[in-house]
């Protein structure tokens, strides 16, 4: 039947990772106070709309990187994910 599309999942990591994901989301959410943490949330990507995303916070050092590290897990699609990464790049 062929092979399942990439998942959709974005990672950054680094001091300013949490403040540059929570100023995508619509509207700006809560964000929990433990780790790890998951919360439901639309998030805004210039020029695709808003979209519904899975944000999962593993705050340093317990994380992979020992840095603080979000998770987004959006619909599988690529571009968007790309789009997203831009975005929290030039945040």
């Given at each position: ?8 999942i ?39 709309g ?8 593993f705050a ?12 987004i ?10 789009r997203?990464c ?6």
């Open positions: 039947a062929g092979r399942p599309p990439p998942a959709a974005g990672r950054i990591s680094g001091p300013l990772s949490v403040p540059a994901v929570r100023s995508l989301l619509m509207p700006p959410a809560a964000w929990p106070d433990h780790s790890p943490a998951s919360i439901a949330a639309r998030i805004c990507v210039l020029g695709c808003d979209w519904p995303a899975r944000i999962t916070c340093a050092p317990r994380s992979y990187t020992g840095q603080d590290v979000v998770e897990l959006t619909v599988g699609a690529l571009p968007l994910v790309r997203i831009e975005m929290l790049i030039a945040a």
